[in-house]
């Protein structure tokens, strides 16, 4: 079992930035993906950022050049710098694992029923 906990969500204005944590418990899995999704009001969850046990990167394009995901492996925290940020960046940010190398299967991993753990969210509001 893996524990997510997510922090550092806020409100901010457009053009922004917000510096995401999550913090998880501690795991000895060999190959895994963390990511960060994101999910407004009637809409569906959406993968916005991937990082696997390679170091391998993937973001969703509409926050490439604008969000980075990075990870402290000694800390077990992992992380999601956003800056720019629009209003279309609000809702709810959920820190999720994979136990295994989504990132190596095409194209997939922003599918959410690819993801073990999730953690509870973190609200990102961005006023215009």
């Known amino acids: 079992q893996v524990q997510l906990v997510e922090s550092g969500g806020g409100s901010v204005q457009a053009g922004g930035s917000l510096r995401l944590s999550c913090a998880a418990s501690?795991?000895?899995?060999?190959?895994?993906?963390m990511g960060w999704f994101r999910q407004a009001p009637g809409k569906e969850r959406e993968g916005v950022a991937a990082i696997d046990s390679d170091g391998n990167l993937d973001y969703a394009d509409s926050v490439k050049g604008r969000f980075t995901i990075s990870r402290d492996n000694a800390k077990n925290l992992l992380y999601l710098q956003m800056n720019s940020l629009k209003p279309e960046d609000a809702a709810m940010y959920y820190c999720a694992v994979a136990l295994a190398p989504l990132l190596n299967w095409g194209g997939s991993w922003p599918d959410p029923q690819l993801w073990h753990y999730w953690g509870q969210g973190t609200q990102v509001t961005v006023s215009s």
């Open positions: 501690t795991y000895t899995y060999r190959r895994y993906t």
